[in-house]
């Protein structure tokens, strides 16, 4: 897979070409690009490359000046340290949009997107009239309730009603948004797979939070984040620097 990075600051073009390579060991970065002036000139004459990554605020001015000077064909994947620019990212080729500081979990879950895309298009017949299909797979809600036991009853809960779930001594619990707690027999990483990624995400090792239950959220030490839910936690629930832009990503893209 060919990939250029359009990013005016080289340190961070290096750093995120590292981690594209990580995630994806296909991929080839076949020029790193400073400008506007230098992308419209290269994809004026050079073969077009499978995939762009692409900084939104450049050098000598904002990307989206790229497309009205010529025909962007590949897809985009957008890269910028603000999120006001994320509606015009989506009507420009963008099939994704990561926050800087770039975090391995971010450019992965980008590059995941890129091959299941890659892959609808490969094998169905008619992938424009399936598209709708595939953003929906992509979105899909999987488990809708859980079965618990407490008290010699089987009670069963609705996820939308379940704030978060944690870990404490290899023990997975739920609590409600009624602060009532119960055990359940799943790993974090199980439930994560079945529960809906724009619902709940895995803010650390210990805690799957839904997005209901957040309060609001303060900068902690070392670029760290602290957040507050509606139903409080026994411990400080921290997100760590490297899950952090994420973390915030997701919280904006609702």
């Known amino acids: 897979m060919n990939i250029i990075i359009i990013e005016d600051e080289l340190k961070t073009a290096k ?94 879950a980008a590059m995941a997107k890129v091959r299941q895309m890659k892959n609808f298009f490969q094998t169905h017949e008619n992938p424009i009239n399936d598209l709708n299909t595939l953003l929906n797979q992509l979105n899909k809600k999987e488990k809708k309730g859980f079965l618990v036991y407490k008290n010699n009853k089987y009670i069963t809960l609705q996820t939308d009603n379940i704030a978060y779930f944690y870990i404490r001594n290899e023990t997975t619990k739920l609590v409600t948004f009624e602060a009532k707690e119960y055990l359940i027999n799943y790993s974090l990483e199980e439930l994560y797979d079945q529960l809906s990624s724009d619902q709940f995400y895995r803010a650390n090792r210990q805690y799957l939070v839904n997005y209901s239950a957040i309060k609001e959220v303060e900068h902690y030490l070392a670029r760290k984040l602290f957040v507050k839910l509606v139903i409080p936690t026994t411990e400080q629930l921290i997100v760590g620097k490297d899950k952090a832009a994420a973390f915030l990503n997701w919280l904006g893209n609702r």
């Open 15 to 108: 750093a995120l070409g590292q981690l594209i390579v990580s995630a994806e060991k296909s991929a080839h970065i076949e020029s790193t690009i400073q400008s506007v002036a230098g992308a419209v000139s290269y994809l004026s004459s050079k073969p077009l490359p499978d995939l762009i990554f692409m900084d939104v605020q450049l050098g000598d001015g904002l990307c989206f000046d790229i497309f009205k000077q010529i025909a962007v064909a590949p897809p985009v994947i957008f890269c910028t340290a603000f999120d006001e620019y994320a509606m015009e990212a989506f009507r420009s080729n963008g099939i994704d949009y990561i926050l800087k500081p770039f975090s391995s979990e971010s450019v992965t």
